[in-house]
């Protein structure tokens, strides 16, 4: 049978799915399908739909052919939300099924948009709360052996080298006199991208959704790993800046201090929050915190707070 195509969305749909795969779904659901919504966005070109049950539950739906690359990464993202320690911000696993060539996936359904992350929003304050619970203890046994299988983001950090050591023929010499310091930066790099924390890894504001019974709500759990407690937080600061927050006042600033220059370890700290790690400078004196990280810091532990709100 030659392998459904993708709708004009770029998405395979639930009519798609062979039907065994869908009337076994239907028995283990309880109820039939009544109708089958694709969200906007995303990358990937798998079934990914919330599905609406006779009766009214809804249920969210990611399925592929078995011999699709995209079948690998839902079921490691079926691992990690099987193994996530129970605090942390993500839906439900609800089924694993594999039938006709198929499998799919089946996660409980969360309602609502994604966050805002304005700086009059409460929802900055909120993924930052989670983020703080969830990296604030090593991940627990099972999940790291669940995630165990995920490419290492260090082993990706060579490339400053590879440029170095074989420079391309046009490389404009002002670009190429960089090469070694940016090849020495680099080489800090692997060390502190190594951590035994949470990593969600593909962190931004369309992977969270502001369930209106759960609050913010970590989704796409595809690239979880392990790692250092700042990576997530790290790859939220562009966002946080697109939204309006300055640079320098960006809740991110606290996660993302670079260390002095020689400690590939982490320093002591008293602080909650774990200490910056993914960049590092050469030999010579520390580099400094961006301007008001310690005043952003302390604002954010005040009472007033934004307080974690579900409407």
């Known amino acids: 049978m030659p392998p459904p195509s993708p709708s004009p969305s770029g998405r395979l749909q639930w009519a798609d799915v062979p039907p065994p795969l869908?009337?076994?779904l239907e028995t283990t659901l309880g109820a039939p399908v009544t109708e089958a919504v694709t969200p906007s966005g995303g990358f990937g070109h798998q079934l990914a739909a919330a599905l609406r049950l006779a009766g009214g539950r809804r249920v969210f739906v990611k399925a592929a052919p078995d011999d699709d690359p995209l079948t690998v990464a839902n079921l490691h993202e079926a691992a990690a939300l099987d193994a996530l320690p129970p605090y942390a911000p993500a839906p439900d696993l609800l089924g694993i099924h594999r039938t006709a060539g198929w499998t799919a996936v089946?996660?409980?359904h969360l309602d609502g948009p994604d966050p805002d992350l304005s700086p009059a929003s409460g929802d900055v304050e909120q993924t930052w709360a989670l983020l703080d619970s969830l990296t604030a203890a090593p991940a627990p046994a099972s999940y790291v052996a669940a995630v165990s299988a995920a490419p290492s983001a260090a082993g990706l950090l060579h490339g400053w080298k590879e440029?170095?050591?074989?420079?391309?023929?046009?490389l404009a010499p002002a670009a190429r006199s960089h090469l070694p310091q940016l090849a020495e930066l680099e080489a800090a790099w692997p060390a502190l991208a190594t951590g035994?924390?949470?990593v969600h890894g593909d962190l931004r504001a369309d992977n969270m959704v502001r369930d209106h019974d759960r609050g913010v709500t970590f989704v796409d759990w595809a690239h979880a790993t392990t790692g250092p407690a700042c990576v997530d937080a790290a790859s939220l600061a562009p966002q946080l800046v697109l939204a309006g927050h300055a640079p320098q006042t960006s809740p991110a600033c606290s996660w993302t201090t670079p260390p002095p220059p020689a400690a590939l370890t982490p320093p002591p700290h008293s602080s909650r929050h774990s200490p910056a790690t993914g960049t590092a400078t050469p030999a010579g004196p520390p580099h400094p915190a961006p301007p008001d990280c310690a005043t952003t810091n302390t604002a954010r532990q005040q009472p007033d707070s934004p307080s974690w709100t579900t409407a």
């Not at 440029?163 to 046009?170: A, C």
């Open 196 to 198: 035994d924390r949470v």
């Open 106 to 108: 089946v996660i409980a």
């Open 22 to 24: 869908r009337a076994r």
């Open 163 to 170: 440029l170095r050591d074989d420079p391309p023929d046009d």
